[in-house]
């Protein structure tokens, strides 16, 4: 029997544990094949052991040697790897896809997950492994390890799909065990990074295991994580922020956000519906490439809609419905048409949009140009007008990005609880009746098809709340707006709430950062745990300051400015209230950069 007798881990202080962090070591060296060959991995629990799927047994394969790397008698079951010293020319037995394990707290960057705490795998940044991998139970006895899995396929010659290159593996225990890729104990190789695995004190003695991952971008997030929206691309100019410092503050080395809801917007990124902005576009595919080679998921949103777009002349107001041939709509549509078949040919790593924003309430009818809408039409279009014009919309987008982007992923263009601009309804009701119509216009069969995978991909929505999140105000209005993709047997698709927040300032519903990171606390939390069928939950938004120019604040920031350490442009919602507070803030479920170095 084995008995948990910590905290003792041969009493490494907290300052030691973050010397060997920091002296695990670095490079910016270009690896041109892996440090060391993987074939799988066993290790044993109370009354059985877990097989190398490579042998089916706790054995390696031949040709591979089997390496002790954890385990403390009375304390930590057994666990080894087989592996050996890579060689020209002769292939890995498997493929290498990282690990993730189950912790007990946030201690050495675990994240909460669920209802739990989680080291995650570096491609999914979940409890996943990346896609065509499969994860298989190294470790794990109730009440004395925790669960360890890792992630491994057969090798594969497809340079293209994420891989890892492996640098070997080390634990902590009485004695700490020696990485043979470096024949020294908490060590890896020049320019691999150490990803702790295991390590809840007073639990499980530290684990990790070196790596270097490869073609991150081609994996999206994993299921259920925090992103948060920005634009960039407008900041670069208004505030003079440069696209690398903005990645940096949002990618591993600040807030780790998983995904970033970028602002793509045709009045910046094209001068024509047939026209790249020359000046602008190639800003715009620089911050996707620094984006998606740090691991971040990009999401492309535009909701504006220029002149040359509409014929009109006011900006971001459209013609009336209008199914004539030639008319002022008609025309607007097939620009609007092709405007994504030139925006999605010219960002084609992008694969997820959404093609217009809040169309529930933020589709304006232009009233002054002639030709555009009937005499005495209203200042605003009802809501069968607004979804009528978003179900064109969306046929038009839908098309144009598949066309050029076949596996894309094309969003509903999110509804908002606040289509008047005057009033967010609590219950959602707005939300619920917009998407309704949406799914009641499809089946009419009035458009081109009656199948909703011809309008869209997937379903979003805005769900703004002006309180604490709880089952009431949080968990059973969302609940109301997924019944009604259940009310149509439309629910194998992924769902994004891609704006959530709340704005602080002294004359707004919250006043204290303090404040909006505890609710937003309570909106992921509880979001993790009641909506299984959620994709990503995406905050509004990263910096304060740069929409709009000088003066034009909107107080949804949880920076001021961007900086990849935190400092004083890091707000309380980024990064968590004080240690005599419930943990909160965003950099609590994602493991920021804080308050100390990664290893």
């Not at 799988?40 to 031949?62: L, R």
């Not at 890995?92 to 997950?113: C, E, Q, R």
């Not at 809840?200 to 790596?211: I, K, L, Q, S």
């Amino acid at each position: 029997m084995k008995y948990k007798w910590r905290f003792g881990h041969s009493a490494l202080s907290a300052l030691t544990a973050i010397l060997i962090f920091m002296n695990i070591a670095w490079s910016s060296t270009a690896h041109a094949d892996t440090a060391w060959d993987f074939a799988g991995m066993y290790g044993y629990y109370s009354g059985g052991a877990y097989n190398n799927p490579a042998t089916g047994s706790t054995s390696c394969p031949k040709g591979y040697t089997a390496y002790l790397v954890y385990g403390t008698p009375n304390v930590d079951w057994s666990m080894y790897f087989c592996g050996r010293p890579h060689v020209a020319d002769q292939n890995s037995l498997y493929d290498f896809g990282g690990m993730f394990g189950l912790a007990g707290s946030t201690a050495y960057y675990a994240v909460p997950w669920k209802g739990y705490f989680y080291y995650v795998n570096p491609f999914t940044h979940t409890d996943t492994c990346p896609p065509g991998y499969t994860q298989t139970r190294v470790l794990g006895t109730p009440n004395v390890d925790n669960n360890l899995f890792y992630c491994w396929r057969a090798h594969s010659s497809d340079i293209t799909t994420a891989s890892m290159y492996f640098g070997g593996m080390t634990g902590d225990g009485a004695t700490p065990y020696i990485n043979p890729a470096t024949q020294t104990a908490l060590t890896c190789p020049s320019g691999y990074t150490a990803y702790p695995a295991l390590g809840t004190p007073n639990v499980d003695y530290r684990f990790f295991y070196c790596g270097i991952p490869q073609n991150v971008a081609t994996v999206a997030a994993g299921a259920g994580s925090l992103g948060i929206g920005e634009p960039i691309i407008e900041d670069a100019g208004s505030a003079g922020w440069a696209v690398s410092d903005q990645v940096n503050a949002l990618n591993n080395n600040g807030i780790n956000a998983r995904v970033v809801r970028l602002w793509t917007l045709a009045n910046d990124l094209l001068t024509s519906s047939t026209q790249i902005n020359a000046t602008e576009m190639p800003i715009a595919q620089a911050t996707v490439q620094q984006l998606q080679s740090s691991g971040v998921t990009v999401l492309g949103v535009d909701g504006e809609y220029p002149t040359w777009m509409t014929g009109g002349t006011i900006w971001n107001e459209i013609p009336c419905r209008s199914t004539t041939p030639g008319s002022a709509y008609e025309n607007f549509i097939s620009n609007f048409k092709q405007s994504w078949n030139t925006m999605s040919a010219a960002l084609p790593s992008i694969l997820m949009w959404e093609p217009a924003n809040e169309t529930n309430g933020l589709l304006v009818p232009d009233l002054t140009d002639a030709g555009m809408c009937p005499a005495g039409h209203a200042s605003t279009f009802t809501e069968q007008e607004a979804a009528a014009i978003t179900m064109d919309m969306m046929y038009a987008a839908h098309a144009a990005i598949h066309a050029n982007i076949p596996n894309a992923t094309v969003f509903m263009p999110p509804p908002s609880p606040n289509p008047t601009g005057t009033y967010l309804d609590p219950t959602f009701a707005p939300i619920v009746s917009f998407i309704t119509q949406i799914y009641s216009d499809i089946a009419l069969g009035n458009w081109p098809s009656t199948n909703p995978r011809d309008y869209f991909d997937g379903g979003s929505w805005h769900p703004y709340i002006a309180t604490d999140a709880t089952a009431s105000t949080w968990v059973e209005p969302n609940n109301k707006v997924y019944a009604v993709f259940q009310s149509n047997n439309d629910t194998n698709i992924p769902f994004l709430f891609s704006e959530t927040g709340f704005e602080v300032c002294q004359t707004c519903t919250v006043t204290s950062y303090s404040t909006a990171a505890s609710w937003m606390a309570d909106e992921i939390t509880l979001s993790q745990q009641n909506f299984p069928w959620l994709t990503y939950l995406i905050y509004f938004r990263a910096f304060e300051d740069g929409f709009g120019g000088a003066g034009a604040n909107q107080y949804f920031g949880i920076m001021s400015s961007p900086t990849s350490l935190p400092g004083n442009t890091w707000f309380t919602t980024a990064t968590s209230n004080s240690a005599t507070s419930p943990p909160s803030g965003f950099c609590y479920f994602t493991g920021c950069n804080y308050p100390s170095p990664k290893p």
